[in-house]
Antibody, heavy 118, light 108 residues
């Protein structure tokens, strides 16, 4: 079954860290660029980061640069997002997502909730 | 970054009616690199349209996309009960990729 399963979310204090993971199955993971997209409660979608299929190229939105690090392990079909120096405004549902060369994101995980609160 | 403005914020329609959703970009979206997504409550988004007008795999032909440059639209020709949801546009022409604020299509 083609799917993405994200995990690792939870409650963390401002300034803390979390590591999100995403397990991919049912497709050739190493062929695809992957992204993290988040959605604050009751709000819209916000792209966070992407990583190329090889892992050699990454990019981040400005608000998370220097705090978040995306990585992947193609031998384990896994995607990760290391989040440091978390802020209250990072509170959101985090989706891992598969980018397609034709454009857009054609596969989304269910999301893992990150809550940053004191 | 390219800002996408979706209108209206909420569209109240009845099943069987036609829905037209707008997405306007703050600058030209090169290559018509624009996608549309549907999101139902408690679910992940679903890709409907990419390249402004190409339907994704398995998407019914009542969904159609059009536009270029700064003005894009998503049309649902006849609303089915399962189409009541929130719709987002996304541009992937320039980094960072950005999403619109969404249009909620609700039952009138």
């Amino acid at each position: 079954q083609v799917q993405l399963v994200a995990s690792g979310g939870g409650l963390v204090k401002p300034g803390g860290s979390l590591r999100l993971s995403c397990a991919a199955s049912g497709f050739s993971f190493s062929d695809y660029y992957m992204s993290w997209v988040r959605q604050a409660p009751g709000k819209g979608l916000e792209w966070i980061s992407y990583i190329s299929n090889s892992g050699l190229s990454t990019d981040y939105r400005d608000s998370v640069k220097g705090r978040f690090t995306i990585s992947r392990d193609n031998t384990k079909n896994s995607l990760s997002l290391q989040m440091n120096s978390l802020r209250v405004e990072d509170t959101a549902l985090y989706f891992c997502a598969r980018d397609v060369s034709s454009g857009g994101i054609d596969l989304w995980g269910l999301g893992t909730l990150v809550t940053v609160s004191s | 970054e390219i800002v996408l403005t979706q209108s209206p914020g909420t569209l109240s329609l009845s099943p069987g009616e036609r829905a037209t959703l707008s997405c306007r970009a703050s600058q030209s979206v090169g290559g018509s690199y624009l996608a549309w997504y549907q999101q139902k409550r408690g679910q992940a988004p679903r890709l409907l349209i990419y390249g402004a007008s190409s339907r994704a795999t398995g998407i019914p032909d009542r969904f159609s996309g059009s536009g270029s440059g700064t003005d894009f639209s998503l049309t649902i020709s006849r609303l089915e009960p399962e189409d009541f949801a929130v719709y987002y546009c996304q541009q992937y022409s320039s980094s960072p990729t950005t999403f619109g604020g969404g249009t909620k299509v609700e039952i009138k």
